[in-house]
């Protein structure tokens, strides 16, 4: 079945580093791909998304590009931010088949990111 | 704020009792998803809805566990006969529209414990 891994957590940064979150994902047919982020005390919230192989998402200075090739994800950002510290969720959503659009999660990778 | 709603957020309960959680989706969004997760895991697929009709469940929701959305609205997931491995937070999320890749918009979660 659909399986998502990524890499093992936590991440700890000083702000205006650089962050790489690594995602590789296991699928048939031709998937979309999310991130999603869980601030402290808050509910899951979509970061970005791509549909198809080459597309990149971004959002809030965060990028992604879809790289089917390598079945990968990864999430990347310049330069963090104190506020960017929460725990981040890649995800897959195979909508062939009779799949409904349920999404496929890894694990979760905590971010803290010091002053 | 109109974006979706559980109640209730924490629940305390004692093995063998049984538990009702409620889901109200962001109006006329007719997709309806639950999820687990469970600490340091990512969420996991429970249930589909479309409208009012249930149409996948994962092998995950064993007997005790049911779910209704009557009238396409709201939601309700039952657990009964809790036991401790139930504990867990449960998510809620809906979407809308024809695709099933559109963005699903979760709730802030009810976080279970089984004494």
């Known amino acids: 079945g659909d399986s998502v891994t990524q890499m093992e957590g936590p991440v700890t940064l000083s702000e205006e580093a650089f962050l790489t979150i690594n995602c590789t994902y296991t699928?048939?047919?031709?998937?979309?791909l999310f991130w999603y982020v869980q601030y402290p005390g808050e509910g899951l919230q979509l970061l970005l998304k791509?549909?198809?192989?080459?597309d990149k998402g971004s959002n809030k200075g965060f990028e992604a590009t879809y790289r089917k090739e390598t079945t990968s994800f990864h999430l990347e950002k310049g330069s963090v931010q104190v506020s960017d510290s929460a725990v981040y969720f890649c995800?897959?959503?195979?909508?062939?088949?009779?799949?409904?659009?349920?999404?496929?999660f890894g694990q979760g990778t905590i971010l803290t990111v010091h002053p | 704020d109109t974006g979706v709603s559980q109640d209730p957020r924490h629940k305390i309960t004692k093995r063998g009792q049984n538990v009702t959680f409620r889901c109200d989706p962001i109006?006329?969004?007719?997709?309806l998803y639950w999820y687990r997760q469970t600490l340091g895991q990512g969420p996991e697929f429970l249930t589909y809805?479309?409208?009012?009709?249930?149409?996948?469940k994962s092998r995950l929701l064993s007997d005790r566990f049911s779910a209704e959305r009557p009238k396409g609205s709201f939601s309700t997931l039952e657990i009964q006969r809790t036991e401790q491995g139930d504990s867990a937070m449960y998510l809620c999320?809906?979407?809308?529209?024809?695709?099933?890749?559109?963005?699903?918009?979760f709730g802030p979660g009810t976080r279970l414990t089984v004494l």
């Open positions: 999320a809906s979407s809308s529209g024809l695709f099933s890749y559109n963005e699903q918009f």
């Open positions: 109006s006329e969004h007719n997709r």
């Open positions: 809805f479309q409208n009012e009709a249930q149409l996948e």
């Open positions: 995800a897959l959503l195979n909508a062939g088949g009779t799949s409904y659009g349920k999404l496929t």
């Open positions: 699928a048939t047919g031709y998937p979309s």
């Open positions: 791509a549909t198809k192989a080459d």
